[in-house]
């Protein structure tokens, strides 16, 4: 299992505002961006973002991974996921 759970350090932001939005977990190297909105590549698997700022990936393989965040104004990439 992965589980990331999202923050603010600005008190006056509400989680609660992503909840929903899509977040992906790339087999590394990831995803290739090809410009635009347009991303190359499947993820491996899919979930959103619930009501508490929790993100939550059941049955995650061995590996290297490149996790997505869809926010609404722009995607976080975080590469080196390593689950042994």
């Given at each position: 299992m992965l589980l990331g759970?999202?923050?603010?350090?600005?008190?006056?932001?509400?989680?609660?505002a992503f909840e929903?939005?899509?977040?992906?977990?790339?087999?590394?190297?990831?995803?290739?961006?090809?410009?635009?909105?347009?991303?190359?590549?499947k993820p491996l698997?899919?979930?959103?973002?619930?009501?508490?700022?929790?993100?939550?990936f059941s049955d995650v393989p061995e590996g290297e991974f490149v996790l997505?965040?869809?926010l609404p104004a722009f995607e976080v990439i975080v590469e080196g996921l390593t689950i042994p």
């Amino acid at each position: 299992m992965l589980l990331g759970i999202l923050t603010s350090r600005n008190a006056s932001e509400n989680i609660e505002a992503f909840e929903g939005m899509v977040v992906d977990l790339y087999a590394a190297p990831g995803p290739l961006w090809m410009g635009g909105d347009t991303w190359v590549g499947k993820p491996l698997l899919s979930t959103r973002i619930d009501d508490l700022g929790h993100i939550v990936f059941s049955d995650v393989p061995e590996g290297e991974f490149v996790l997505v965040l869809y926010l609404p104004a722009f995607e976080v990439i975080v590469e080196g996921l390593t689950i042994p």
